[in-house]
């Protein structure tokens, strides 16, 4: 799944002003600047904010953050386990429950702007193979 916009969920903390964008100037208030509110890609302070946003966000959901790498995160029902690994603005979904998938899917979904990309076949370059005769899962 991809975020789309992600940057732009993020809340700014400290007060940032900017020159109005250029198409965009109020007649009569060229001289005036704008506050920011949210993020915007330029800023430097983007993918922080996004991710303390996300990762706000995911853990009201009952995700566990992990403790070695905080892009990744699990989250166990009963029998059923996924695991939530964030790239930026991608994300990959890994369980053993096809419908609680599903469901994350669609609430996080009603939290941002979502594009489902499918079974993903590559991450980070790497080719991603499964055999579901053999219930097999691989990396190549």
């Not at 400290?14 to 005036?32: C, L, N, R, S």
């Not at 996300?54 to 695991?83: H, L, T």
């Amino acid at each position: 799944m991809e975020v789309k916009t992600a940057f732009l969920n993020g809340f700014v903390k400290e007060e940032i002003f900017m020159h109005q964008p250029e198409g965009f100037t109020a007649v009569g208030k060229e001289q005036k600047v704008c506050r920011l509110q949210r993020s915007i890609y330029s800023l430097k302070q983007a993918a922080g904010s996004w991710n303390t946003r996300f990762d706000e966000v995911i853990q009201c959901y009952d995700f566990i953050k992990n403790d070695y790498d905080p892009c990744v995160y699990k989250k166990i029902s009963g029998i059923s386990v996924a695991y939530l690994v964030l790239y930026v603005d991608d994300i990959l979904l890994i369980g053993n429950d096809v419908k609680m998938l599903g469901d994350i899917k669609a609430w996080l979904s009603t939290q941002f702007s979502m594009k489902d990309m499918g079974e993903a076949s590559y991450i980070l370059d790497i080719k991603i193979y499964r055999d579901g005769s053999r219930r097999m899962l691989g990396l190549t």
